[in-house]
């Protein structure tokens, strides 16, 4: 078996014109969209991935605030730019990129951001309602790359219903929020945890209809732990340094072999990390329709 590919860029694309209208009718009505990112230090990832958040988002029309900070910056100063941008009225929604550096306090930061504005849908008030709320329309951000799987997985004609979910990773961007919506009663996945203290992750995954690999451990899902007919999608990164050209180079947490063996397989580059761009900018998009309704 060789697995039907879950193309990211595509999907992201379709979306990416789906957005463009929304924006031309927002701008019609004198509304500019407005999204902001706070990068703290200048870790190369995360330049690159801010980087094409504003590119893409100033492509479909939208205005970009790009906030820089140096990796010395302290709490206070991070903590005065969340409150310049809560009350900045040309952002509508923001994020800022994670990780951030291990003398700033994460939650402290994340809890700051103004839950209307809250691009990545991580503020505690937006869970909270995720979690109370499994029935009624949601008219709060939700989390974009956990929001993007399951969009690249509907976008392909893949019913969720009934299917057992295993997600590898406890990570706040991806793991901890994502079965908050694939448990939602219009998914209706069922959803198994798994993380580094799981004490037999083979047995899990093989039982998968669906693999989430989101542990950030290289090539930690393998074929001969994947069902036949599984769908998988690589969300994981690891960046190592090849000894022998000194370049840097990004593995997934799936191993290729297990595109023999899976149904339908989210490749990592060009799956899932184009879609949480592609649904940031949704959150955005939504918020200023929120705000202007
Ligand atoms: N505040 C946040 N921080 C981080 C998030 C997040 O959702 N919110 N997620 C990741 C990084 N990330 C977005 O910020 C992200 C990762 C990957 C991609 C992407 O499109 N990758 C390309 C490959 C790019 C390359 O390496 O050349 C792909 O998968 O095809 C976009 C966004 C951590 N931080």
């Known amino acids: 078996m060789t697995a039907t590919i879950l193309d990211g860029k595509a999907a992201s694309a379709a979306i990416k014109a789906e957005l463009t209208e929304r924006v031309a009718a927002l701008r019609e009505r004198g509304i500019v969209p407005g999204i902001a990112t706070v990068l703290v230090g ?44 809560n009350a900045d009225p040309a952002c509508h929604g ?60 509907l976008r392909n004609d893949y019913d969720l219903t009934g299917k057992e979910v295993v997600v590898v990773g406890r990570g706040v ?66 960046r190592e340094t090849d000894p022998e050209t000194g370049k840097s180079r990004v593995y997934g947490d799936v191993h290729p072999d297990v595109a023999e063996v899976a149904g339908f397989l989210s490749p990592n580059p060009g799956g899932v990390g184009p879609m949480t761009v592609a649904l940031l900018m949704t959150n955005v998009v939504e918020a200023a329709e929120r705000a202007s309704a």
């Open 42 to 85: 200048a870790d190369p990832a995360s330049q690159l991935y801010v980087g094409m958040k504003h590119k893409q988002s100033e492509a479909i029309g939208m205005n970009s605030i790009q906030v820089e900070l140096p990796a010395e910056a302290t709490q206070e100063e991070v903590e005065a730019v969340i409150d310049g941008l």
């Open 94 to 153: 923001y994020i800022v990129q994670l990780p951030l550096p291990k003398h700033i306090d994460t939650d402290a930061i994340l809890e700051r951001i103004d839950p209307a504005k809250d691009a990545d849908g991580l503020h505690p008030t937006n869970l909270g309602r995720l979690v109370l709320n499994v029935n009624a329309p949601i008219h709060t951000p939700l989390p974009c790359t956990p929001r993007g799987v399951i969009e690249l997985l």
């Open 173 to 238: 961007t991806i793991g901890r929020s994502i079965g908050l919506l694939l448990t939602r009663r219009e998914i209706n996945a069922t959803v198994t945890l798994t993380h580094t203290g799981t004490a037999d992750l083979a047995t899990h995954l093989r039982q998968a209809d669906v693999i989430v690999a989101a542990a950030g451990v290289k090539h930690i899902v393998r074929a001969e732990d994947v069902k036949p007919g599984a769908a998988v999608l690589d969300v994981g990164v690891t």
